[in-house]
């Protein structure tokens, strides 16, 4: 059926980057593009972007664009989202999502989320 | 990017009844509608995709209906393990948008 587990908790200052790992089991990792999603404190859902395990391709949400890159390891079926030049509002549980439905971006399959603080 | 507005943002329901949350987009979505539910500390749950299709091993009481700008999440007869926050999300075109969400309490 599948498992995503997900890199533990991360405290960081202003400024900083954070990178949070993804690896999968129990299905075929380049079968599946993977997304990323947060969520602040409180907060609904908000959508990063995605990667394609299998070629490498990304597509990330404007909002993110030059300060995210997802990054994939094929050889350990992890994916990777690091974010850059951190701001206390990018304070948040973040959490991989495999895109699982053939034939309609859903995301069937959640990693456990990685709260990621930001502060001085 | 579009704009998912979903109403209510909160309802009271008891066990056994019937309830429907809406969720509309700012701009035509065709049937690119997905339906979440996240319970407290957990990721979101997949239950409904493309407006109306049910995700394997979700009980029949949830349905979705809906196009273009209007969906609607219909759970047909509440049960306990039920109580929860939803949320849509349209898959139409980048960035993907959520709703801000619908929490579902006990009455």
């Known amino acids: 059926q599948g498992q995503l587990v997900q890199s533990g908790a991360e405290v960081k200052k202003p400024g900083a980057s954070v990178k949070v790992s993804c690896k999968s089991s129990?299905?075929?990792?380049?079968?599946?593009?993977m997304h990323w999603v947060r969520q602040a404190p409180g907060q609904g859902p908000e959508w990063m972007g995605w990667?394609?395990?299998?070629?490498?391709?990304?597509k990330y949400a404007q909002k993110f664009q030059g300060r995210v890159t997802m990054t994939r390891d094929t050889s350990i079926s992890t994916v990777f989202m690091e974010l850059r030049r951190l701001r206390s509002d990018d304070t948040a549980v973040y959490f991989c999502?495999?895109?699982?439905?053939?034939?309609?971006?859903?995301?069937?399959?959640w990693g456990q989320g990685t709260m990621l603080t930001v502060s001085s | 990017a579009i704009q998912m507005t979903q109403s209510p943002s909160s309802l009271s329901a008891s066990v056994g009844d019937r309830v429907t949350i809406t969720c509309r987009a700012s701009?035509?979505?065709?049937?690119?509608l997905v339906w979440y539910q996240q319970k407290p500390g957990k990721a979101p749950k997949l239950l409904i995709y493309?407006?109306?299709s049910l995700q394997s091993g979700v009980p029949s009481r949830f349905s979705g209906s809906g196009s273009g700008t209007d969906f609607t999440l219909t759970i047909s007869s509440l049960q306990p393990e039920d109580f929860a926050t939803y949320y849509c999300?349209?898959?139409?075109?980048?960035?993907?948008?959520f709703g801000q969400g619908t929490k579902l309490e006990i009455k």
């Open positions: 999502a495999r895109d699982g439905v053939i034939g309609a971006d859903a995301f069937d399959i």
């Open positions: 129990g299905y075929t990792f380049t079968g599946y593009w």
């Open positions: 990667i394609n395990p299998q070629s490498g391709d990304t």
């Open positions: 701009q035509g979505i065709r049937n690119e």
């Open positions: 493309a407006t109306s």
């Open positions: 999300l349209q898959d139409y075109n980048y960035p993907y948008t």
